[in-house]
């Protein structure tokens, strides 16, 4: 009789889990059918480029110069004048109602100063309170006015002289560095993972425990190991299957490129999974209830998201953030398939942080079987 | 050798002692019956002697094997049906079942399974989840798992609470019988009809053992006198006697009272005057379990206070 491992046993626990899995048609559901759903979601709806921004106008002349600068702008997508209005304080109020993020003003005296060649200007406020919003519409705005303008007089772009430039006086507080799709939905197959993964895991052994019949498998011979691979492999299977749909999708639906190995990518991901189905189970050997466990893995969430560079530029936080970013298996993860994914990134190129990933698979299971207690004491 | 041979059994949680100097030794082939009142360290003795907790103190064998160092070995052939019922709800019976014979190894896993739904006489509802089983049927499920790998010692935890007249007797007629074929058997129990199915009791009050031995022995060692009496209005009798030096309980049956004390001479002067009443006739009666029970409840101090 073997103490600390048997295939049977092994099988044993395995096939109750799939049962039970199966069985709870919500939860299966939620597996498959979540990942998929937040791809799509957060794939089409995260834009850190935004386009067709609400605007307001202000325009204190009607003359043919202010409306080729207006048509211009429009023109660049990145503008909708939704309000033309006729005083500054009219524009206020639909900034700090929301209602627009820019608002446009061209003063009274712009005619006449192009036309005298005094370096007209026009002014740009911009909400910043999410800072993201206008960095992208700003940018091009400098150039397609002074174009446009160019343009309206005749003058060619050649000949302009510096007093014929136009002066864009911006009013913002920021200039966040942009994120594109492609930079989007690998992250969020990690972090879809990290999400699902950790949360099925993290109520495993509670959730024996709180129907009680953690007290029953306990007086069976069950060795900690096989609990425990019991519990995280089924779950492997199902974050297999996620993979697999998430990165069908990136493919189909978002035309992610692909540059590197996909069998490179595939093992970089099953080494992740496994880190995320034992840190759920670690959890689930600390928590005492499923609510705890619920709010030990929220609690883990949060900072991993924030931290990981997933959402914020990870090179842009303070270096004892960066360290902390660190200590989360996503972190390690998003480079990793940043770099396979986007950058065609070979096994050299990925072992180290690969190589920590599999450091954290140790630690997780030692630390779990270290906390599993045989007996109820 | 005893199926049980253990010594001085002291488990604390925190500052509070559950379990107190238990010592108890029970032959093979013996059905022990394991009284007390709630929270009387029933639970936790059972616990330890099935390897589920650790002793803080004491020692001693289960099946030959030592209770603290071979946990492993007592768990493979001893067999616990806890108080809760603790199979998978959502499972059906036959993949619980499924599930148990995996995990003792047994094979064929469907000849075990097949052979144990028939035992039951749940063949035709093998695919039913056992959480939509009665309580009566949940218990013999349970029973059928535990038995399943052949244990040679059955740790039963109250395992007949809220079932009902019926069921509970086929389920102590199935428990004579595995006996009779030299299954070891604990089971704690709160009912007094099934302390007297037992072969020999134990009774445990607040983690210390009172008393052990056959119900004749328990009913006799404790050493009290019953007098019955009958009469009319016994409901007012009654709230007189009890204030009566030498009467210990007071308790109605039926149609008389059980009056029973230690000390027989007191008790004796206590009742005397009641002989002349209209009606009243007083009458030496058997001692029962429950009163013994009773008597033992009311002396022993709760460590709870």
């Given at each position: 009789m073997n103490r600390i491992f048997s295939l049977g046993r092994l099988m044993a626990l395995l096939i109750k889990e799939f049962i039970q899995m199966r069985r709870d048609r919500i939860t299966f559901g939620m597996m498959l059918g979540v990942p998929l759903m937040q791809l799509v979601l957060f794939g089409y709806a995260?834009?850190?480029?935004?386009?067709a921004l609400p605007a307001a106008l202000v325009s204190l002349s009607q003359d043919h110069y202010s409306r080729a600068m207006v048509s211009a702008l429009e023109n660049t997508d990145y503008?909708?004048?939704d309000h033309v209005v006729g005083s500054a304080e009219e524009a206020e109020h639909l900034m700090a109602s929301g209602e627009v993020v820019f608002v446009v003003t061209i003063p009274s005296d712009f005619a006449r100063r192009v036309d005298r060649g005094q370096r007209p200007q026009i002014l740009i406020e911009a909400d910043?309170?999410?800072?993201?919003?206008a960095s992208g519409a700003i940018s091009t705005l400098g150039t397609v006015a002074a174009e446009a303008l160019l343009r309206e007089r005749g003058v060619p772009a050649s000949e302009?002289?510096?007093?014929d430039r136009l002066e864009v006086i911006v009013h913002r507080r920021y200039n966040p560095e942009g994120l594109s799709q492609y930079n989007i939905v690998p992250g969020l197959l990690g972090v879809i993972l990290q999400m699902t993964m950790v949360m099925m895991t993290s109520i495993a052994l509670t959730r024996e425990r709180e129907r009680g019949t953690m007290e029953n498998l306990l007086a069976m011979p069950a060795s900690p190991l096989e609990i425990m691979l019991g519990k995280v492999l089924p779950y492997l299977v199902v974050g297999a299957v996620q993979v697999a749909v998430i990165l069908g999708a990136a493919k189909l639906?978002?035309?992610?490129?692909?540059?590197?190995s996909l069998w490179l990518l595939l093992v970089a991901v099953l080494i992740f999974v496994l880190s995320l189905v034992l840190l759920g189970y670690t959890i689930s050997t600390v928590a005492r209830t499923q609510m705890q466990a619920m709010q030990l893995t929220f609690f883990f969430f949060l900072p991993s998201l924030l931290l990981?560079?997933?959402?914020?530029?990870?090179?842009?936080?303070p270096e004892w953030a960066q360290w902390l970013g660190e200590i989360f298996p996503l972190t390690h993860f998003l480079r990793v398939i940043r770099a396979v994914m986007l950058?065609?990134?070979?096994l050299p190129a990925i072992a180290f942080e690969t190589g920590i990933l599999v450091l954290f698979i140790f630690i997780y299971a030692g630390f779990a079987l270290l906390r599993f207690r045989r007996t109820l004491d | 050798m005893n199926a049980i041979d253990v010594h001085g059994l002291v488990k604390r949680f925190g500052d509070k002692t559950?379990?107190?100097?238990v010592t108890m030794q029970v032959a093979r082939g013996e059905i022990v019956g394991f009284l007390g009142p709630n929270g009387s360290g029933k639970t936790t003795t059972i616990r330890i002697m099935c390897g589920l907790l650790t002793p803080d103190e004491g020692e001693g064998t289960v099946l030959g094997y030592?209770?603290?160092?071979e946990g492993l070995r007592i768990k493979r052939e001893v067999g616990y049906m806890t108080?809760?019922?603790?199979?998978?709800?959502?499972?059906t019976i036959a993949e619980n079942l499924a599930f148990v014979a995996r995990l003792y190894d047994l094979k064929p896993v469907g000849a075990h399974v097949d052979r144990t739904l028939e035992d039951l006489g749940l063949t035709s509802r093998?695919?039913?989840?056992?959480?939509?089983?009665s309580g009566g049927w949940k218990q013999r499920l349970a029973l059928a798992a535990c038995i399943m790998h052949q244990p040679k010692l059955l740790l039963l935890d109250?395992?007949?609470?809220?079932?009902?007249p019926k069921a509970r007797r086929e389920f102590w007629d199935e428990i004579h019988r595995l006996a009779a074929d030299g299954l070891t058997v604990l089971v704690s129990t709160h009912y007094m009809d099934e302390a007297e199915r037992c072969h020999r009791i134990s009774y445990i009050s607040y983690g210390t053992l009172l008393a052990t031995g056959t119900v004749a022995d328990v009913v006799r060692d404790a050493g009290l006198v019953t007098y019955l009496v009958d009469g009319p209005k016994l409901e007012q009798l009654a709230a007189e006697l009890r204030?009566?030096?030498?009467?210990?309980q007071v308790a109605p049956f039926g149609a008389s009272l059980h009056v029973v004390g230690s000390d027989e001479a007191a008790l004796k002067a206590a009742l005397a005057?009641?002989?002349?009443?209209?009606?009243v006739t007083v009458s030496r009666g058997e001692t029962s379990l429950e009163d013994v029970f009773i008597q033992f409840m009311a002396n022993s101090t709760d460590n709870m206070q």
């Open positions: 995260i834009n850190s480029d935004p386009k503008y909708r004048f910043a309170t999410d800072p993201s919003v302009a002289k510096p007093a639906l978002f035309g992610v490129p692909f540059v590197g990981s560079g997933f959402m914020f530029p990870f090179r842009g936080m950058k065609g990134a070979d | 559950v379990v107190n100097q030592d209770l603290r160092s108080q809760r019922f603790s199979f998978y709800e959502d499972l093998r695919n039913q989840l056992a959480g939509t089983l109250e395992p007949t609470a809220g079932v009902d204030q009566r030096p030498g009467v210990e005057d009641l002989e002349g009443r209209d009606g």
